[in-house]
């Protein structure tokens, strides 16, 4: 049991859905799955993107502050469809690599 | 049963031997009939024929032109088909496979004078115009010359170790902890290989033809080898369907259970859960369970380990008969107690072997008078010195001829023994003069070709020699890789339905987690878009999806570990083995979700239709994947988080580094 927190701690704070990241470390979120689901229920729903309101342009003015990094929630069907995709190849890869952890370990013989 | 098979009357030869046993308290007397005068003709082995004098011939379990009535081989096994110039020989897609001196044919291989065909027990020899067939039933022999098996930092764990165990012969392997026994189990079964030396089965070389053998090993290791949770019944047949051929009928497979259970003892626990049973029968289950294909070479990592001395006693006489049965058996075993049932046994004390042969010899060799073997046990263990009462008294000729030839330091006892083992008449007896003997039927060309090497060179002579085009070629693997998934899955199914408590468990999460995520939910959170409550709750319900994923699967590998480990060793496939999971898992994660989702939607208002403000002013939208509506469009996002958890789940349990405890 003990790893299963290493894995899930990283979902709830590198998915850019509470917390951002600096734009440099934002790519590290597409290895959480959180985020992809996020980001379908984000763009289902019509949400207002997450905003950093730290550092707004214009104070008091939401809208001027910075979207967080790397996070869109462009409502079109087509986005929906193309982070599900994201969501199956990330269950796809997982599985795929379990696979080859289980074959990798038979060798030691 | 004469030489492992059943027979209605058999006329005494010299040298057989009679057993009388009661298999109620395991007691039993051995009586060899001698007779100086050794003037009967030896026994006729004459070897039967079969004629290629047709333009194809099937080689079956049934109602074939050659009949090999043995559950290795399928019902349609393979063909040898006339060519201008000779015969091919083609798989029909069995199970446990076809094999040309040793190697796998993968569609069709000519056959070339002198090859020897493999199909489960048997070896087809094939001489230009008929096959020669040999039966190995029942009379496999093993032979081990200077195995040594090294670790990390050069630590020798097996010391040339050679021994020779004859057809139907019953050995245990004895020492103290770490002296070596398991690591010789391994070497001998070819499951955790040694590193030089030679395993030789009917004097072919075991470990490059271990393919085409591993469906004749039964292997009990110490961990329990099938799923507590299920039914003895139900347990035997899942294993019988995954280990047998394909094409093995219920009524066979169940006659099959039935008989293996009676070979143990215990039919009158059929429907007993295995959880329930007691650490015998429990034992006496996972023996059965390797009865099932019929092998003909058992081996067994201390069955008797935890047992009460009557159980053990039993075990132990329910062995004997399993290997007069026409089985050779190796066994490890700590117990010593009832070690006079073994014919031979091997001890073994730091690495090293220190005697093989007759149990009852073994006492006088170390010079043990109050025929306890717990003796002997003192007697080989730790350092030899100058002062030391073995030196100075029976190991006194060891220890000078040691001295002689090291300047320095001092020998263990192991080694002195060793020593004297190896000086010793029971050596030349038991080990040189057996390993010196021929093996009996024809022995496979050794190619030191290891398999994985061998591999894609066969694929591609198959291909070219066979000159087969890709249409005829049979689909052996895509076939019984569909077939494994199936009876996984439906074994899969079993266990997660026996197994009330941990279903009650996955299938309560997802109400109870909805409920307190209804708690702090506001009824809007999905419509009023302008606030970053509703991106809090979809956040939520992403994690618990994905939480419940990982939660889902991550119990599931680590628990049948030993299962799976043995099983991989017989013939499962690991894309199905991880499919048939995932395909069960991903059932619940579905339920899971959309009880999640429910629950919600008590509180939540999932209206789809909802105005946002754009840059040209509100406008009205409805929301949702056409066709899947907009709870449905979520309730798609919930379940492929819970497939993404899923999916981590198996990838964190999947075992890794090296294996420990061997």
């Known amino acids: ?36 689901a996020m980001e379908a229920f984000g763009s289902l729903a019509h949400l207002q993107p997450p905003r950093d309101f730290a550092a707004c342009t214009i104070p008091g003015n939401p809208l001027s502050c910075p979207v967080y990094p790397t996070v869109d929630y462009d409502p079109s069907t087509a986005h929906v469809f193309e982070v599900w995709g994201v969501l199956l190849a990330y269950t796809a890869l997982c599985v795929g690599f379990a696979a080859v952890v289980l074959a990798r370990r038979d060798r030691e013989r | 049963m004469f030489n492992g098979h059943q027979v209605p009357e058999h006329e005494l030869r010299h040298g057989d031997v009679l057993r009388v046993g009661d298999p109620y308290t395991g007691s039993f007397v051995t009586i060899t009939y001698q007779r100086l005068a050794r003037t009967m003709a030896p026994p006729d082995e004459s070897v039967p024929r079969c004629r290629l004098d047709q333009p194809e011939v099937t080689i079956g379990r049934e109602g074939c032109e050659l009949t090999l009535a043995s559950l290795l081989v399928s019902r349609r096994h393979a063909t040898v088909r006339a060519l201008p ?35 489960g027990p048997f070896k087809l020899v094939y001489d230009g115009r008929s096959l020669d067939s040999y039966d190995h039933r029942g009379a496999i022999e093993l032979k081990a010359r200077r195995l040594v098996r090294r670790v990390g930092g050069g630590k020798v764990i097996l010391d040339r170790v050679s021994l020779a165990i004859l057809p139907r012969e019953f050995v245990g392997v004895v020492g103290g902890s770490g002296a070596g026994k398991s690591t010789l189990l391994g070497a001998l079964s070819g499951f955790s290989r040694a590193s030089e030396g ?27 080898i099938l799923h507590q949770t299920l039914t003895v019944d139900e347990a035997l047949r899942f294993t019988a369907q995954l280990r047998l051929p394909e094409d093995t009928g219920d009524a066979e497979i169940a006659a099959r259970v039935e008989r293996v259970l009676a070979d143990v003892d215990i039919e009158d626990r059929r429907t007993t859960r295995i959880s329930e049973l007691s650490g015998g029968q429990r034992k006496r289950v996972s023996i059965a369970a390797e009865l099932l294909a019929d092998p003909s070479l058992f081996f067994l990592d201390e069955p008797t380990s935890g047992l009460d001395p009557g159980l053990e006693k039993r075990l132990m006489y329910t062995l004997r008969r399993l290997a007069d049965g026409g089985r050779t058996i190796v066994m490890v075993t700590h117990a010593t107690a009832n070690i006079h049932q073994c014919d031979h046994i091997a001890f073994m004390a730091d690495a090293r072997l220190v005697w093989f042969g007759p149990p009852a010899e073994a006492l006088q060799h170390f010079g043990v008078r109050s025929g306890d073997f717990a003796d002997i046990y003192t007697k080989v263990e730790g350092d030899a010195h100058e002062s030391h009462p073995l030196v100075l008294g029976e190991l006194r000729t060891e220890y000078a001829r040691w001295r002689e030839a090291h300047e320095r330091g001092e020998p263990s006892l192991a080694e002195l023994w060793e020593l004297r083992f190896r000086r010793s008449d029971a050596r030349t007896r038991y080990i040189v003069e057996r390993l010196a003997g021929e093996a009996r039927g024809p022995a496979v060309k050794s190619n030191k070709l290891h398999n994985s090497q061998s591999r894609p060179s066969m ?3 198959a291909m070219k020699v066979g000159g087969t085009t890709p249409e005829d070629r049979p689909d052996t693997a895509r076939v019984s890789a569909w077939q494994q998934l199936v009876i996984l899955v439906r074994r899969n199914v079993r266990l997660l339905a026996v197994d009330r408590r941990n279903l009650a468990t996955l299938l309560l999460q997802a109400p109870i987690i909805g409920g307190i995520l209804v708690l702090v939910a506001r009824p809007t959170a999905l419509q009023d878009l302008q606030s970053s409550h509703g991106r809090l709750v979809l956040f939520l319900v992403a994690l618990v999806a994905v939480w419940c994923g990982i939660l889902c699967s991550a119990r599931e590998l680590t628990k049948e570990r030993a299962i799976y480990r043995r099983e991989r060793l017989a013939n499962l496939r690991i894309g199905p083995y991880l499919l048939a999971k995932f395909v069960v898992l991903a059932a619940v994660c579905l339920v899971q979700s959309v009880v999640l989702l429910t629950v919600l939607a008590l509180k939540v208002d999932f209206t789809a239709a909802v105005t946002t403000f754009t840059a040209d002013g509100p406008e009205s939208v409805v929301r949702g994947v056409a066709g899947l509506g907009f709870f449905g469009s979520m309730l798609v996002t919930t ?18 580094g090296p294996r420990t405890g061997r």
Do not use: C
């Not at chain 2, 395993?199 to 329990?224: E, M, T």
């Open chain 1, 1 to 36: 049991m003990s790893v299963v927190p290493l894995v899930l701690v990283p979902q709830l704070l590198l998915a850019l859905a509470l917390v951002s990241l600096p734009a440099g470390l934002a790519p590290l979120s597409y290895l959480t799955s959180a985020r992809w």
């Open chain 2, 85 to 119: 110039d000779g015969h091919e020989v083609r798989d029909l897609g069995s199970a446990n496979g076809t094999f040309v001196n040793g190697e796998r044919v993968q569609i069709s291989r000519k056959l070339g004078r002198g090859d020897i065909i493999q199909v």
């Open chain 2, 198 to 224: 030679d395993v030789l089965v009917n004097g072919d070389d075991y470990y490059a033809n271990f393919d085409a053998y591993r469906g004749q090993i039964g292997y009990v290791p110490q961990s329990d």
């Open chain 2, 459 to 461: 694929t591609m002579t």
């Open chain 2, 639 to 656: 379940f492929l988080s819970s497939l993404s958890g899923l999916g981590m789940g198996l990838l964190l349990r999947a075992p890794r």
